[in-house]
């Protein structure tokens, strides 16, 4: 399945993968050693692992580009810096405004880069993608933490 995975998210994704701003978050770390690049392909890996383990049905082009883009907040968040001293309550938003000027997207990718981060933004996902995504991300998160 991890060759299939990754047909898909360079498939569906090659244009963002490819992008400037993929290429800035190769420099930032997300999680202990892991870049923000390296987190997102991460995620989107195991979002389709989740979608498909639980046979749940989803717009797997747009599960894979919210995926990517969740985490499109382009700065290094470790750096002490006021403009993004709430970080986990602020990059969504941030992470959406940069990803709706570099990349047209559709409503499911919107709604997971915003939502992304519940409960610690009050919105919950609206669609099996986001809520995927929510699930995703933390699992993530808690590897590279521990890793």
């Known amino acids: 399945m991890k060759k299939e995975y990754d047909r898909l998210i360079h498939s569906y994704g090659e244009d963002i993968i490819k992008s400037e701003g993929m290429q800035i978050a190769k420099g930032h770390m997300q999680h202990g050693n892991i870049s ?6 991460s995620v989107a890996d195991t979002c389709l ?17 919210g995926a990517l883009l969740h985490d499109y907040f382009l700065y290094d968040w470790h750096e002490k ?40 933004n009050i919105k919950p996902p609206s669609c099996r993608e986001s809520m995927i995504l929510c699930i995703a991300d933390k699992i993530c998160a808690v590897k590279e933490m521990i890793s």
């Not at 923000?36 to 392909?41: A, D, E, G, K, T």
């Not at 692992?49 to 894979?64: D, M, Q, W």
């Open 49 to 65: 692992g989740i979608s498909e383990r639980l046979h749940i049905k989803v717009n797997k082009k747009a599960l894979i580009r």
């Open 81 to 120: 810096d006021k403009s993004h001293k709430w970080h986990g309550f602020i990059h969504a938003k941030r992470a959406l405004r940069n990803a709706e000027r570099d990349f047209d997207l559709g409503s499911i990718e919107k709604n997971m880069i915003e939502r992304h981060m519940f409960p610690l």
């Open 36 to 41: 923000v690049y390296n987190h997102s392909l």
